[in-house]
């Protein structure tokens, strides 16, 4: 018999019956703490609670621990194991303080923690969903000091140009194929300020780019007299030169510009700043967010 404190249903599986009661089936649901890491919940069809709903909200859960195929599962016995009436990780307390960018970036040491709490970030979102050149959870968003990715809990639907608000109170701050995001950002922690907005990409050169890769990353540049190599579809990794030095530029298969001509000759690129570890070694990158940043 097992307490987890401090936990909540995930987004999806918040407010949803505890298992199918039509079909007797047993169901999984995801408990997870304020840094994303997750139990499995599970419950019986035949439970007698099984038609109620799981809690919104976040507290405590007893249970008994168990393990399936390598995950551990908790069963509770009754609802009167469950206490979960608070607010939810990084819920608005409207005592936000407003934090730049890279202010928050700075928090980050190499160790995963947690963004201060009572804290949100205002920026413009840079990446374009709609192309799909990234994780339909993630996004990035710079303001006037620096960039950052954000990971949602599920698949979002901010749009590029979408100038938003964000609550990262205790949401977790760490690494993903070393770059920094904020991980785990509740979908509700969002909100459209306007949009149709824009950001004025920094103009550099490859070599510029490389130099002060760690400081822009998850910013936009503007490189200018590039060429793209090799020939062919955008798809996959492409080298871009500008007479400086050369740097990668990924386009995911997923992506609707993927099977794009690659373009001949010199064009000005706008590009996001990213990075991807390979075989262990970091590799410095960029992507494009979609055609239009291809200017010849």
């Known amino acids: 018999l097992v307490r987890f404190e401090n936990v909540e249903f995930d987004d999806i599986d918040a407010d949803q019956p505890w298992a199918?009661?039509?079909?007797?089936?047993?169901?999984n649901r995801y408990l997870q703490n304020c840094a994303g890491?997750?139990?499995?919940?599970?419950?019986?069809?035949?439970?007698?609670?099984?038609?109620?709903?799981?809690?919104a909200g976040k507290g405590k859960i007893t249970g008994v621990l168990g393990a399936f195929n390598g995950d551990y599962q908790l069963y509770i016995r009754d609802l009167t194991d469950?206490?979960?009436?608070?607010?939810?990780?990084?819920?608005?307390?409207?005592?936000?303080?407003?934090?730049?960018?890279?202010?928050l970036r700075a928090k980050f040491t190499g160790t995963a923690t947690s963004a201060p709490s009572d804290s949100k970030i205002k920026g413009i979102v840079i990446s374009d969903r709609v192309a799909n050149n990234l994780?339909?959870?993630?996004?990035?968003?710079?303001?006037?000091?620096?960039?950052?990715q954000v990971r949602f809990t599920s698949a979002h639907t901010l749009n590029l140009g979408d100038e938003v608000e964000i609550i990262i109170s205790d949401v977790?701050?760490?690494?993903?194929?070393?770059?920094?995001?904020?991980?785990?950002?509740?979908?509700?922690n969002a909100k459209v300020i306007s949009t149709g907005k824009s950001v004025t990409p920094r103009t550099a050169t490859v070599a510029?780019?490389?130099?002060?890769?760690?400081?822009?990353?998850?910013?936009?540049?503007?490189?200018?007299?590039?060429?793209v190599t090799p020939a062919g579809t955008l798809s996959g990794n492409k080298t871009v030169?500008?007479?400086?030095?050369?740097?990668?530029?990924?386009?995911?298969?997923s992506a609707t510009f993927?099977?794009?001509?690659?373009?001949?000759?010199?064009?000005?690129?706008?590009?996001?700043?990213?990075?991807?570890v390979s075989n262990n070694t970091p590799v410095k990158q960029v992507a494009l967010r979609n055609l239009n940043d291809i200017q010849q």
Not at 20 to 27: A, F
Not at 83 to 91: E, F, N
Not at 135 to 148: C, K, S, V
């Open 208 to 227: 510029e780019v490389l130099a002060n890769h760690d400081a822009w990353e998850s910013s936009l540049v503007r490189i200018s007299n590039a060429t």
């Open 172 to 188: 977790e701050l760490s690494q993903f194929s070393n770059m920094t995001q904020l991980n785990n950002t509740p979908n509700l």
């Open 37 to 55: 890491a997750e139990v499995i919940v599970r419950t019986s069809g035949y439970a007698t609670f099984a038609a109620q709903k799981t809690p």
């Open 20 to 27: 199918d009661v039509i079909t007797k089936g047993s169901i």
């Open 82 to 103: 469950v206490d979960m009436t608070g607010s939810r990780c990084g819920a608005s307390t409207g005592q936000e303080q407003l934090i730049t960018i890279a202010d």
């Open 258 to 276: 993927s099977g794009s001509t690659t373009p001949a000759g010199p064009v000005t690129l706008t590009l996001i700043v990213t990075e991807f």
């Open 241 to 253: 030169n500008d007479g400086t030095a050369n740097i990668t530029m990924f386009t995911s298969g």
């Open 135 to 148: 994780n339909n959870r993630n996004l990035f968003i710079q303001d006037a000091t620096a960039g950052i």
